[in-house]
């Protein structure tokens, strides 16, 4: 069972596991997605997956998609709210829509004994991190935006069921900047509205959809004033998680909470990837500079050698390879549109 499996990173990693031989079923309330991924990834793979449409904080309807699909064997829940900035404006839509979604999942996967769960975790539960690269034994800190923090009592949650129920067993993979799209460019990043992450808004400011692309503030304290993040390719993402649900399927996993992170190790500023985008599309981006946004922090990259070591999981795919392929879905889906 995949929850949010209709959106950006869900979508991808229903792609993954079918190619690994899973038989998916996807719950999503296509709030921030389209049922129409589901013919792209009949067109990848050859399967359509199994969509039931649903709002997961109505725990009636959470119970019964487990009541009525017996034969989970275990859950990866991404559905959730993700924007940062949003976050900070509309705090209680993201403590609601985020924490209701987990508990009647994880009470629904207590009642129906499924034991395997995979949650899609955040580098933002790092806060402002004191040493970087960021590694899994970083303290989490007061997160800077409630998104963050929802994705930190979450896995507090998680926790205190794994060291109650001894039968639970659960991994955390802490994301740092998912960004590019399926090689075939039939599947990407679709954000309904305006795109709050930054490469959407690029892709779609080059394709002449948006205007121009605001950089929140270039006065942070990196080499060029802008804030450094650790983009990961979507595909490295979804393929973790493949390692991932198969190490619980297969009792692999040390403790009963396994936490790690999922990034390059590499950090880039945001200037960095507009100048990279503009260099491997030989295009230019209109670009201005703008206040900071509310909620980022100056810089966030992971230390990749706990899943290195535990999951014999590296990101293998480089920066221009997320630029291309982010570039070539937004060309294509905008040919589909018109
Ligand atoms: C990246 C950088 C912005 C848009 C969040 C979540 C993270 C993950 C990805 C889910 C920042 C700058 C952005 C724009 C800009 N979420 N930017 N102009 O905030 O690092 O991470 O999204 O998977 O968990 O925390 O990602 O892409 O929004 O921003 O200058 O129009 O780009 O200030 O420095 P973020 P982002």
Known sequence: MVTGGCGYIGSHTVVALIE??????????????????????????????????????????????????KNIEAVIHFAAHKAVSESVEKPLMYYHNNLYALINVLVAMEKYNINNFIFSSSATVYGNPEILPITEQNKTQRPFSPYGNTKKVAEEIIADITNSNKDFTAISLRYFNPIGAHDSGQLGELPNGIPNNLMPYITQTAVGVRETLSVFGNDYPTKDGTPIRDYIHVIDLAEAHVIAVQRLLENKQETSFETFNLGTGNGYSVLEIINTFQKVINQKINYTITERRPGDVPILYSDIAFAKEKLGWVAKRNLENMISTAWKWEQNYRQEQN
């Open 20 to 69: 690994n031989g899973f038989e998916v079923l996807i719950l999503d309330d296509l709030s921030n997605s389209n049922k129409e991924v589901l013919d792209r990834i009949k067109t990848i793979t050859g399967t359509r997956p199994k969509l039931l449409e649903v709002d997961l904080k109505n725990s009636f309807l959470c119970d019964n998609m487990f009541c009525y699909n």
